[in-house]
């Protein structure tokens, strides 16, 4: 069982960045892979980014390449979301996950979610 708590999110205007944290408990942070996700009212929960046990390896959505990075550190069961550039666009509730499946990019493939960070981009 993991328990992830999100934090980090806030009001920020149009090109300006903003950091996540979501912190796990439990033992067994590092097996996962850990995605952030974002849902906007109205829309669809969407992928944003991801990376595996490690690291070493990350995947972001395109509408956010080039200006999110994900990382984590898993002595301190945290993972990170650098989001810079920000946009209006960008506007949702912000959600970490934790899964098993390396290539996962939809909600279904992740086990454990957090309650969500509120990210307002004002223009």
């Known amino acids: 069982q993991v328990q992830l708590v999100e934090s980090g999110g806030g009001l920020v205007q149009a090109g300006g960045s903003l950091i996540l944290s979501c912190t796990a408990s439990g033992r067994t942070f590092s097996r996962y892979v850990m995605g952030w996700f974002r849902q906007a009212p109205v829309k669809e929960r969407e992928f944003v980014a991801r990376t595996t046990w490690t690291g070493g390896s990350t995947y972001y959505a395109d509408s956010v390449k080039g200006r999110f990075t994900i990382s984590r550190d898993n002595a301190k069961n945290t993972v990170y979301l650098q989001m810079n550039s920000l946009k209006p666009e960008d506007t949702a509730v912000y959600y970490c996950?934790?899964?098993?499946?390396?290539?996962?990019?939809?909600?279904?493939?992740?086990?454990?979610w957090g309650q969500g960070t509120q990210v307002t981009v004002s223009s």
């Open positions: 996950a934790a899964g098993s499946f390396t290539t996962a990019t939809t909600p279904k493939n992740y086990d454990y």
